[in-house]
């Protein structure tokens, strides 16, 4: 499969919108259980990209968008403004053909440029081909949390693995860039 990887913007949302409903709707990569609109997806969208975080697009051949990844926050506490979550979506067509690795590659690339030092992934469903997708990518296993979903009539399990960007923690964060503290006009918090 040919496809190529760029920065997406707002023009992207109606498939994006697209691509997130059929995995809502038919998957166990998220616990949504009621797929959002397309002006929920833009307000997501706009606040990941607001804060500077990296969100791309997969075009295939056809210049038809077959999945997207992007990174945010795990949490708002300042302390945590090292570490990013990954998500990846892909239309169904596009799964199976090395477009999740290569979306979650240049993601890793492009978070540790940025400054970030620790990415996690939160696995919903224990999903075989996320978790092998991950893995390729260089993240550990944490951990599981079984029984921490409940979707399509079944409890589901919660798979955590993380990987270090650039010195991870083997040196100070620099408080100066993002996405430090200083940087993000929240100093001595």
């Not at 690339?109 to 696995?123: D, P």
Request: charged share 20%.
């Amino acid at each position: 499969m040919s496809f190529s990887i760029r920065p997406a913007t707002s023009a992207d949302l109606d498939a994006i919108t697209a691509i997130y409903r059929e995995n809502v709707q038919n998957g166990t990569a998220t616990y949504e259980l009621d797929a959002p609109d397309r002006t929920e997806m833009e307000r997501r969208f706009s606040t990941i990209t607001g804060k500077g975080y990296p969100y791309l697009a997969a075009e295939g051949a056809d210049g038809a968008l077959i999945g997207y990844a992007y990174a945010s926050a795990f949490r708002d506490r300042p302390a945590y403004s090292w570490l990013v979550e990954d998500s990846i979506y892909l239309a169904p067509e596009a799964r199976g053909q090395g477009l999740g690795k290569a979306l979650l590659a240049d993601l890793l690339s492009r978070t540790e440029a940025l400054g970030f030092r620790q990415m996690v992934a939160v696995i919903g469903g224990a999903h075989p081909a996320s978790v092998a997708v991950h893995r390729a990518c260089g993240f550990d296993l944490i951990g599981t949390m079984p029984g921490t979903g409940f979707k399509f009539g079944r409890w589901l399990d919660t798979v955590i693995m993380q990987k270090a960007l650039g010195a991870g923690n083997e040196t100070p964060a620099d408080l100066t860039r993002y996405p430090g503290t200083l940087a993000n006009g929240i100093a001595g918090r």
